[in-house]
């Protein structure tokens, strides 16, 4: 699957999970429900990401540092935001110590693609 149809694919998911995250009763607290949208905020925000990434990998030619990167944050969001939702439904697991895991994917993610943008922009201005 290409970045553009999982990150459509993630947004149409986190549509469906912001929906089922408006029933309260879900959560055993507040604190739960502040997970949830954390999580959800999260999925969102790098799902519709990945709609760029996908436009980076086809200007990069395809370079290894933007597939790297997109895999990065495709598995970064997964691990993150999954692992969030799942202590937020009370589903808390060992799973849940790869959290950070997630987080540090979706960082080093973004970098990867940030090198692989800046890459462009030195061989745009090097002709």
């Known amino acids: 699957m290409g970045f553009a149809a999982l990150g459509a694919a993630l947004l149409s998911l986190s549509v469906a999970l912001g929906a089922l995250g408006r029933h309260q009763s879900l959560f055993a607290d507040a604190e739960a429900a502040a997970l949830f949208d954390i999580a959800l ?12 990434v996908a436009w980076l990998v086809e200007r990069t030619g395809r370079a290894q540092p933007a597939l790297w990167g ?21 589903l808390d697991s060992p799973l849940s110590r ?25 061989k745009k201005h090097a002709l």
């Open 41 to 52: 905020r999260y999925h969102a925000t790098h799902a519709l990401g990945l709609l760029g």
């Open 70 to 90: 997109g895999r990065l944050v495709a598995v970064g969001v997964c691990v993150f935001a999954g692992t969030l939702y799942a202590q937020a439904l009370g």
């Open 98 to 122: 790869l959290t950070p895991l997630g987080g540090t994917s979706l960082i080093a993610g973004w970098a990867a693609l940030a090198c692989a943008a800046a890459r462009i922009a030195v």
